[in-house]
C-alpha cells in the first residue's frame, strides 16, 4: 500500500508505519543521548502506553533505565484498506527495538477501563515478572464503559459560560471560530469518570491486592494546569474538573500505597501536541504561540524530553512539590516570558500574522510526524506493508 496523510478536521485516519517506527527510533536516541538515569525501575507498566506521554514515559523506562515494560493501549490494527493507528505501529516498533536490546517488552491490547484487562496484566505480571516498580497511568479516552456496561462521555466544553475561541484548520491553515454552549452537569460528571482519577484508583487497588506492587513502588498520573488563555477552556472546564478528581485520587491513594512503603503522584506535564491535545478546542493557536516562543529561547521539549527529564531529575531522585503536592515538569512552559509572549499574541493571531506571531508550521509539522508522515529521510511514494503485527500478550 502507498500510505499519505488523509486529514479531516483535527483527526488524521491514516498512519505510515515507516514514519512511527523513525519517530519511536528517535525518541530513543534522545534518551541514549542522556545516559542510564540512576534508581530508575525495572519494572514498569504503562497504562496508555502506545502514544504521547506514555509512549515517551515507557521508551524512557526501557531505553534510560533497561526496565522490563507492560503497555497496555487500545489501538486498531490495519484492515482491509484502512492502515493501523499511529499507536499501534509506534507500538510495533518499540516492540521490536526493546526485544532486540534484549529488554522485555510486553503488550496488552484493550479497555483499560475493563476488569479483565486488568485482571490480563495481573496475570502477565505473576506469570513473567513477579512485581511491578512503577505504574504510570496516561490514558486519554473520549469515553469509557462503565461495570454495568453503561458507556459514558468525556467532553471538552466550558463551565458556567459559553467559549468563544479560534481553531487553526490543519489543511489550510485557515482560522475558525469555534463557539461552545457550557457544560451540563451531567457532561461534568461524566467527563470526571472517564478522565478523572477513579479507574488510576481502582487499577491500583487491584494490583496492590495481587500483591504484584513492589515495596517502595511508585506511581504517576499525568496532568495539566496551563496558562490563563486556555483556562475557559482546558482548567476551568470540563477536562479540568476531571484534572482536579486526579488530586483527590492522589491523595486518597497515599494511605494504600503507604503499606507497600509506595508513592503516589501528580505530575504536571508540559503542554504538547498528542492525539488527545489535538482534540482541544483552541489549543492549536496556544501551542502554536507556545512552540514560537519556546523554541526562541531554546527550551522547547517534546515528549520524550520531558519524561526523560522527569524521570532523571524528580521521581527516583528527591522530587519537589507545589502547594497542591503536585511535581511540576511545565516549569519551561510557565516562564513569565513565556506567558507573557503568548498574553500579548494571543488577540493578534490571523491569517496575515499566523507565520509570523506563531509556529503553526512547526506545529502542523508535529502533527503530521505524530501520525508516521513529514519525515524528510522516508519515501512516501514506495509501497509498504500495512499489516504490521504486533507481540500481544492479550488482545488482538
Ligand atoms: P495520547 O492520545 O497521545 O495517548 C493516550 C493513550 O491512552 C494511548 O496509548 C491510547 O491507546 C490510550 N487509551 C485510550 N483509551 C484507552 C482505553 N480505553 N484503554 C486503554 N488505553 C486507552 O494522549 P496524551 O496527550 O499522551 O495523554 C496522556 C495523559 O497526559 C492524559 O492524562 C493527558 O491529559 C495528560 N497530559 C497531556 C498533555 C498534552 O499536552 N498532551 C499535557 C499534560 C498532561
Not at 461495570?147 to 467532553?155: E, L
Amino acid at each position: 500500500m502507498i500510505i499519505k496523510p488523509r486529514i479531516k478536521g483535527f483527526l488524521c485516519t491514516t498512519a505510515h508505519p515507516v514514519g512511527c517506527a523513525k519517530d519511536v527510533g528517535q525518541q530513543i536516541s534522545h534518551v541514549r543521548a542522556q545516559g542510564v538515569i540512576e534508581n530508575g525501575p525495572k519494572r514498569v507498566l504503562i497504562i496508555g502506553a502506545s502514544g504521547g506521554y506514555g509512549l515517551a514515559s515507557r521508551i524512557t523506562a526501557a531505553f534510560g533505565c533497561g526496565a522490563a515494560t507492560i503497555g497496555v493501549f487500545f489501538e486498531r490494527p490495519a484492515q482491509k484498506n484502512r492502515t493501523a493507528s499511529a499507536g499501534w505501529y509506534k507500538t510495533a516498533a518499540f516492540t521490536d527495538l526493546a526485544t532486540a536490546e534484549g529488554l522485555y517488552a510486553e503488550n496488552i491490547n484493550g479497555d483499560a477501563f475493563s476488569a479483565e484487562v486488568k485482571q490480563a496484566t495481573i496475570d502477565l505480571i505473576r506469570e513473567d515478572l513477579g512485581q511491578i516498580d512503577l505504574v504510570v497511568y496516561s490514558v486519554a479516552a473520549p469515553a469509557r464503559q462503565l461495570s454495568d456496561g453503561s458507556v459514558v462521555r468525556s467532553t471538552l466544553k466550558p463551565i458556567g459560560e459559553p467559549f468563544d475561541g479560534v481553531t487553526i484548520d490543519f489543511n489550510t491553515a485557515e482560522l475558525r471560530a469555534v463557539s461552545l454552549e457550557p457544560a451540563s452537569p451531567e457532561e461534568v460528571a461524566d467527563t470526571v469518570k472517564v478522565m478523572g482519577g477513579d479507574d488510576w484508583e481502582l487499577w491500583i487497588a487491584a494490583l496492590l491486592e495481587a500483591g504484584v506492587l513492589s515495596e517502595g513502588c511508585v506511581t504517576t498520573n499525568y496532568t495539566y494546569l496551563g496558562s490563563e488563555v486556555t483556562w475557559p477552556i482546558y482548567y476551568h472546564g470540563t477536562i479540568g474538573k476531571a484534572k482536579e478528581d486526579l488530586d483527590r485520587a492522589a491523595k486518597a491513594l497515599q494511605a494504600p500505597m503507604a503499606g507497600i512503603n509506595g508513592k503516589a503522584y501528580v505530575v504536571v506535564m508540559k503542554g504538547l501536541l498528542t492525539l488527545a491535545a489535538s482534540a482541544i478546542p483552541g489549543m492549536s493557536v496556544y501551542l502554536s504561540l507556545l512552540f514560537h516562543a519556546m523554541k526562541k529561547a531554546g527550551t522547547h521539549e517534546g515528549c520524550i524530553e520531558q519524561t526523560t527529564r522527569l524521570f532523571s531529575t524528580q521521581l527516583f531522585n528527591q522530587p519537589s512539590f507545589d502547594e497542591a503536592a503536585r511535581i511540576r515538569m511545565d516549569d519551561l512552559e510557565m516562564m513569565p516570558d513565556i506567558q507573557a509572549y503568548v498574553k500579548e499574541n494571543w488577540d493578534k493571531v490571523n491569517a496575515e500574522t499566523l507565520d509570523q506571531l506563531t509556529d503553526f508550521a512547526g506545529y502542523r509539522q508535529a502533527f503530521l510526524e505524530m501520525h508516521g508522515f513529514g519525515f524528510a529521510d522516508v519515501d512516501y511514494e514506495a509501497e509498504v506493508d500495512a499489516a504490521l503485527d504486533i507481540k500481544l500478550a492479550f488482545g488482538h
